[in-house]
Every structure is written in C-alpha cells, then in structure tokens.
T-cell receptor, first 113, second 119 residues
C-alpha cells in the first residue's frame, strides 16, 4: 500500500498562475483533508471532505478550491496564486471524520514568486 | 474554542538523555481525542499515538511513553534514552468527538517542538 500520495512534490509558480495539487489514498478512507504548514504555525486546515461527494471549508479556505473526485482522490486548486500561498501543503485521510487518526502524504512544497 | 499549546519551541539533548515534550490543551468538550505526530527532516508527518479523553492510562511503546492527565489538561510525551534518529519536529493535536459547528473532525495542532538529539 502506498498510503497517501501527492503530486507534485515541488512547484514554483508566478503570481496569478493557477495549478492543481493532486492527492490520492489507497486505504479506503472516507475522509480527506488539505492542510498548509507555515514556519512556526503548525498545520492549518484548508478544506476537508467528510465523505465522497461532500466538501467543506476549514480554517483558511480563501484562495483555494477543492474537488473530491471519487473516494480515493481529493484535489486542491489555486486559481490565482499569491505569494502568501507559498507553503508546504499536506493531504491527509482518515477512516472516519470523528476521532480517527489522520494519515498524511509526503507534502508539496509550493513557492509563489 | 479548542487550542493546543506546545510551549517548548526547541529542545536540544545529547544522545541517551531522556526528554519530555509538553502539550497542554484547551477544550470545553468532555469527549475528545489527542494525538502526537512526528515530522522528521524528510518532511512527512508520522502518526505516533491516539488517546481518547476517557482513557487516562499511561502508554509505553518501546522508548516512547505518554502521560495523559485530564486534571492539568496535559498530554506529555517522553522519549527515554534518546537517539539521533529521534531528531524531528513533534506535534501534539486535538480533535473533538462531536460536531460542535466547528470544522467536523478538524485536528487542532500545536505549533510543534523541534527536538535535536546530538551524538
């Protein structure tokens, strides 16, 4: 099992460009999440999907959109990248939403110039 | 509101020393889960332990042990006989059992403690 996979691993964008971060899990988990990690800030939730077909905003959703393509895949889109979105992005999944540990992907390091 | 505080930003120890990472949490809910994650220099987040609010029994796994005390709202993590491979950022996190109108299933993370173990 690969667990949670993310592509790409690294990306450099110019201000205003768009891109989609891909995430897939092979653990048959129902819930999936997108976080961003900034120095000294811990991880902050951007969007989550409690189950296939549903998505909801997290703590810092502005500037992002998500798609739960199927049970396995959950993508994060930046429509018009800004330097403030320079961060490391982590996708995670869990069996259920309430009380279960989340398993994280390897992360995507995004730089917006 | 939920909050997790890891007051120790950085800790340095020499190999074979014991080290305790502190975690203090705030919540008004009576049912919740606490977690510890490890982030080694390679960057991935590794799940270490989950503890529910009704289980205050301490847990030991090899050189790792966790002390959960509801009376002080703390969930501390001790590494015994530390090794260089323990060098990482360690995150404590909290999630609620019930949906209180806040983000369902959200993990509330502390800001992390950077542990450096010197040979």
């Amino acid at each position: 099992n690969a667990g949670v996979t993310q592509t790409p691993k690294f990306q450099v964008l110019k201000t205003g460009q768009s891109m989609t971060l891909q995430c897939a899990q092979d653990m048959n988990h129902n819930s999936m999440y997108w976080y961003r990690q900034d120095p000294g800030m811990g991880l902050r939730l951007i969007y989550y999907s409690a189950s296939e077909g549903t998505t909801d905003k997290g703590e810092v959703p502005n500037g992002y959109n998500v798609s739960r393509l199927n049970k396995r895949e959950f993508s994060l889109r930046l429509e018009s990248a800004a330097p403030s979105q320079t961060s490391v992005y982590f996708c995670a999944s869990s069996e259920r939403t309430l009380g279960y540990e989340q398993y994280f992907g390897p992360g995507t390091r995004l730089t917006v110039t | 509101a939920q909050k997790v505080t890891q007051a120790q930003t950085e800790i340095s120890v020499v190999e074979k020393e014991d080290v305790t990472l502190d975690c203090v949490y705030e919540t008004r809910d009576t049912t919740y889960y606490l977690f510890w994650y490890k982030q080694p220099p390679s960057g991935e987040l590794v799940f270490l332990i989950r503890r529910n609010s009704f289980d205050e029994q301490n847990e030991i796994s090899g050189r790792y042990s966790w002390n959960f005390q509801k009376s002080t709202s703390s969930f501390n993590f001790t590494i015994t006989a530390s090794q260089v491979v323990d060098s990482a950022v360690y995150f404590c996190a909290l999630t609620l059992w019930a949906d209180r109108g806040s983000t369902l299933g959200r993990l509330y993370f502390g800001r992390g403690t950077q542990l450096t173990v010197w040979p």
